[in-house]
């Protein structure tokens, strides 16, 4: 009985070291052996098998990619201090997992000190406007110090990226403004310029009502003066002179706008002076008035041809004083002595 409990005793112990001595190692995984403290060799993904007690698992290497995620604070060229994100994502080389395991205590804050140094280096050269337009020059500035630094201890650096700016909140709230102030400075804009081109229209518009409506007014009067030309010929052929015809028309106007004032119940156009003697008197001033106009204009026409008489006299007299007679040629040219 005893022998038995020795034997299952001696069987399962025999079955945990066997089983120690079998591992795994998962995908994009490494794992590094040791043998007492030194090391053996280095796993990749699947099913293995070590020296039970002897070979021990030192550690495992992730091999995928990793990101690394460091808040910078720093000052700018023109004194404002920022705040930038860098991402950095990394990876170990599979050729080179003996030194990612052993050379570097911890991958994380040695990449995160040659951020920060890299960033304090580039930033405080550029303004802040410079630091939103220029985010891709910094990511390559670390990109390439941690290329060169990180190499030697296994790691490839695959990307880094500057994901955020957040500058100090006065300034955010200044910018802020500024960029309100330029806003409502281009909307102010905006609005004259719509402004102008209504004042614009309106003066078209209103330029070519003022136009459409000259000539309908001189259509208007041009029609009137025809009317009346005809009205002047209809009563000149009945016997009536021309200033009488004119006469007795402004006096019919005269009449007719008198009626048409009549039918107006709300018109406020008083006509003075306005009694019964207004249409003779009208008539009779016209008719003195024309024959006064006749008279002064038969006598400037005489005034005028009289002055045009004296100045064509004038003229003939001025261009005899300057006229010279020629001499006459002697008889015998030829012979002035008159010898034969």
Same mark, same amino acid.
Do not use: C, W
């Given at each position: 009985?005893?022998?038995?409990?020795?034997?299952?005793? #001696?069987?399962?112990?025999?079955?945990?070291?066997?089983?120690?001595?079998? %591992?795994?190692?998962?995908?994009?995984?490494?794992?590094?052996?040791?043998?007492?403290?030194?090391?053996?060799?280095?796993? !990749?993904? *699947?099913?293995?098998?070590?020296?039970?007690?002897?070979?021990?698992?030192?550690? @495992?290497?992730?091999?995928?990619?990793?990101?690394?995620?460091?808040?910078?604070?720093?000052?700018? +060229?023109?004194?404002?201090?920022?705040?930038? +994100?860098?991402?950095?994502?990394?990876?170990?080389?599979?050729?080179?997992?003996?030194?990612?395991? /052993?050379?570097?205590?911890?991958?994380?804050?040695?990449?995160?000190? &040659?951020?920060?140094?890299?960033?304090?280096?580039?930033?405080?050269?550029? +303004?802040?406007?410079?630091? %939103?337009?220029?985010?891709?020059? #910094?990511? #390559?500035?670390?990109?390439?110090?941690?290329?060169?630094?990180?190499?030697? /201890? =296994? &790691?490839?650096?695959?990307?880094?990226?500057?994901?955020?700016?957040?500058?100090?909140?006065?300034?955010?709230? $200044?910018?802020?403004?500024?960029?309100?102030?330029?806003?409502?400075?281009?909307? $102010?804009? &905006?609005?004259?310029?719509?402004? @102008?081109?209504?004042?614009?229209?309106?003066?078209?518009?209103?330029?070519?009502?003022?136009?459409?409506? =000259?000539?309908?007014?001189?259509?208007?009067?041009?029609?009137?003066? @025809? =009317?009346?030309?005809?009205?002047?010929?209809?009563?000149? !052929?009945?016997?009536? !002179?021309?200033?009488?015809?004119?006469?007795?028309?402004?006096?019919?106007?005269?009449?007719?706008?008198?009626?048409?004032?009549?039918?107006?119940?709300?018109?406020?156009?008083?006509?003075?002076?306005?009694?019964?003697?207004? *249409?003779?008197?009208?008539?009779?001033?016209?008719?003195?008035?024309?024959?006064?106009?006749?008279?002064?204009?038969? $006598?400037?026409?005489?005034? !005028?041809?009289?002055?045009?008489?004296?100045?064509?006299?004038?003229?003939?007299?001025?261009?005899?004083? %300057?006229?010279?007679?020629?001499?006459?040629?002697?008889?015998?040219?030829?012979?002035?002595?008159?010898?034969?």
């Amino acid at each position: 009985m005893i022998a038995t409990i020795f034997t299952l005793i #001696i069987i399962v112990f025999a079955l945990i070291i066997l089983f120690s001595g079998v %591992f795994t190692v998962k995908q994009q995984t490494a794992a590094v052996l040791e043998r007492f403290g030194k090391f053996q060799r280095i796993s !990749n993904s *699947g099913l293995h098998f070590k020296m039970p007690i002897i070979d021990q698992i030192s550690g @495992r290497i992730n091999l995928k990619v990793q990101q690394l995620d460091v808040l910078v604070e720093t000052k700018t +060229k023109d004194d404002v201090f920022v705040k930038l +994100k860098i991402s950095v994502q990394f990876q170990v080389i599979a050729s080179r997992i003996y030194d990612a395991f /052993y050379k570097l205590e911890n991958s994380n804050d040695q990449i995160t000190s &040659y951020v920060f140094d890299v960033v304090r280096a580039e930033v405080p050269k550029m +303004k802040l406007d410079d630091v %939103f337009e220029r985010k891709d020059d #910094i990511a #390559i500035a670390v990109k390439r110090e941690l290329n060169e630094a990180m190499e030697e /201890y =296994g &790691y490839d650096i695959i990307k880094t990226l500057v994901t955020d700016i957040d500058p100090d909140m006065q300034v955010k709230a $200044a910018m802020n403004r500024i960029n309100a102030s330029e806003r409502e400075k281009v909307a $102010a804009e &905006y609005e004259a310029e719509a402004e @102008r081109i209504k004042i614009v229209a309106k003066a078209r518009a209103e330029a070519e009502s003022k136009r459409l409506q =000259g000539q309908g007014i001189a259509d208007q009067r041009r029609e009137i003066a @025809r =009317g009346l030309e005809e009205s002047v010929d209809v009563l000149n !052929n009945v016997g009536i !002179n021309s200033q009488e015809a004119s006469a007795l028309i402004v006096v019919t106007q005269h009449y007719d706008t008198l009626q048409s004032l009549g039918e107006e119940t709300q018109s406020n156009l008083i006509l003075l002076p306005n009694s019964p003697q207004t *249409g003779s008197d009208m008539l009779n001033n016209m008719i003195a008035s024309f024959s006064a106009s006749n008279q002064i204009g038969e $006598a400037m026409k005489k005034e !005028n041809a009289l002055r045009e008489e004296k100045r064509k006299k004038k003229e003939e007299k001025g261009q005899r004083k %300057f006229i010279k007679p020629t001499p006459e040629a002697p008889e015998n040219q030829d012979n002035p002595t008159g010898e034969n």
